[in-house]
């Protein structure tokens, strides 16, 4: 019966040892000083990670210097001084120099003349063959007094006849305008030419209108 109670005890003993060995550390300090410490680091701390060397540099061709080959030197062998002998050999062609004809001299070429222009002969209306009328004076316009100078421009044919009239320069008076114009439709004129050829062409004719 004693013998049970020391081991049940004992073995409560040893609990509470062990509960206050974990409490205060003891139980700490005693692997420590059973285990060293540079093993518990080793499996603490994770093994580093690999670095892979970097590759090498790929090698650098180096280029040989191309040796040039010598360039001869050529020497040159000096050459014999001629002399001249004033007197002349008696067996010696003597020369004749005949004279050269002389060429003859090559004429410039001359330039072409342009072509002289085609005479023109402008039309007329004084020849005294044609006998054209003078223009009528308008009654109402001598009356009132109207008088100026009308410039015609007529084209004339090739027949003589008037093609057709308009007025370039006005007297200032319709009537006096209007009668310039019908009477030079009805003239006959010298047709214009052209180195000799008859031609159509526009002609200015003058008709004046003055009271006396």
Same mark, same amino acid.
């Not at 518990?40 to 701390?45: D, G, K, Q, R």
């Not at 009537?175 to 200015?204: C, H």
């Given at each position: 019966?004693?013998?049970?109670?020391?081991?049940?005890?004992?073995? #409560?003993?040893?609990?509470?040892? $062990?509960?206050?060995?974990?409490?205060?550390?003891?139980?700490? &300090?005693?692997?420590?000083?059973? #285990?060293? $410490?540079?093993?518990?680091?080793? /499996?603490?701390?994770?093994?580093?990670?690999?670095?892979?060397?970097?590759?090498?540099?790929?090698?650098?061709?180096?280029?040989?210097?191309? $040796?040039?080959?010598? #360039?001869?030197?050529?020497?040159?062998?000096?050459?014999? +001084?001629? +002399?001249?002998?004033?007197?002349?050999?008696?067996?010696?062609?003597?020369?004749? @120099? =005949?004279?050269?004809?002389?060429?003859?001299?090559?004429? =410039?070429?001359?330039?072409?003349?342009?072509?002289?222009?085609? &005479? #023109?002969?402008?039309?007329?209306?004084?020849?005294?063959?044609?006998?054209?009328?003078?223009?009528?004076?308008?009654?109402?316009?001598? !009356?009132?007094?109207?008088?100026?100078?009308?410039?015609?421009?007529?084209? +004339?044919?090739?027949? %003589? @006849?008037?093609?057709?009239?308009?007025?370039?320069?006005?007297?200032? /008076?319709? &009537?006096?305008?209007?009668?310039?114009? =019908?009477?030079?439709?009805?003239?006959?004129?010298?047709? %214009?030419? !052209? =180195? %000799?050829?008859?031609?159509?062409?526009? /002609?200015?004719?003058?008709?004046? /209108?003055?009271?006396?």
């Amino acid at each position: 019966m004693n013998r049970n109670v020391i081991i049940a005890l004992s073995v #409560v003993v040893f609990h509470i040892a $062990a509960l206050w060995a974990l409490q205060t550390g003891l139980l700490r &300090r005693a692997v420590e000083m059973v #285990v060293p $410490a540079e093993i518990l680091s080793e /499996f603490i701390e994770p093994p580093a990670p690999k670095v892979a060397p970097p590759p090498p540099a790929p090698p650098v061709p180096v280029r040989q210097p191309v $040796a040039k080959a010598p #360039v001869p030197v050529r020497t040159v062998a000096p050459q014999p +001084i001629a +002399i001249a002998d004033p007197t002349p050999s008696p067996n010696a062609p003597a020369g004749i @120099t =005949a004279p050269q004809p002389s060429l003859p001299a090559i004429a =410039a070429p001359v330039a072409a003349a342009p072509p002289a222009p085609a &005479r #023109v002969e402008l039309p007329s209306s004084d020849a005294d063959y044609l006998q054209n009328p003078k223009p009528p004076y308008p009654a109402l316009s001598k !009356r009132l007094g109207e008088q100026g100078k009308v410039v015609v421009r007529v084209l +004339i044919g090739v027949d %003589g @006849t008037a093609q057709k009239a308009e007025i370039k320069q006005s007297s200032g /008076f319709d &009537r006096l305008d209007q009668s310039a114009l =019908a009477t030079v439709m009805r003239w006959r004129y010298v047709p %214009g030419k !052209r =180195a %000799g050829i008859p031609e159509a062409m526009w /002609f200015n004719v003058p008709i004046s /209108f003055v009271l006396e």
